[in-house]
């Protein structure tokens, strides 16, 4: 099992930035692939950004591509996604997910029904 657990939500100006963190525990992060996702209210679960096991492939979904950057410290067992001059269009919940065998994740850009989830935080981007 694996508990992941997001925190650095909230709410910022557009334009502004946020760091979001998932730390997880029970498991070494460093067996998971990792990735983050979105919904906002009244849409679809979205992809957001994904990384490999060793954090030598990244992933983001065109609509962040340049603005947000994911990375991991396996060592204190956190993802982290950095974003940057957001917009209004980025508000919604995020959850990050684990994926043991990474191949949806990471090629699909789809989570893993077998994965683990956090409850979310949430990102409110004001104009």
């Known amino acids: 099992q694996v508990q992941l657990v997001e925190s650095g939500g909230g709410l910022v100006q557009a334009g502004g930035s946020l760091r979001l963190s998932c730390a997880a525990s029970?498991?070494?992060?460093?067996?998971?692939?990792m990735g983050w996702f979105r919904r906002a209210p009244g849409k679809e679960r979205e992809f957001v950004s994904a990384?490999?096991?060793?954090?030598?492939?990244?992933h983001y979904a065109d609509s962040v591509k340049g603005r947000f950057a994911i990375s991991r410290d396996n060592a204190k067992n956190t993802v982290y996604l950095q974003m940057n001059n957001l917009k209004p269009e980025d508000t919604a919940t995020y959850y990050c997910?684990?994926?043991?065998?990474?191949?949806?994740?990471?090629?699909?850009?789809?989570?893993?029904?077998?994965?683990?989830w956090g409850q979310g935080t949430q990102v409110t981007v004001s104009s």
């Open positions: 029970g498991r070494a992060l460093s067996n998971y692939a």
């Open positions: 990384i490999g096991f060793s954090d030598t492939s990244t």
């Open positions: 997910t684990a994926s043991l065998k990474g191949g949806l994740l990471l090629r699909l850009w789809a989570p893993d029904p077998n994965g683990y």
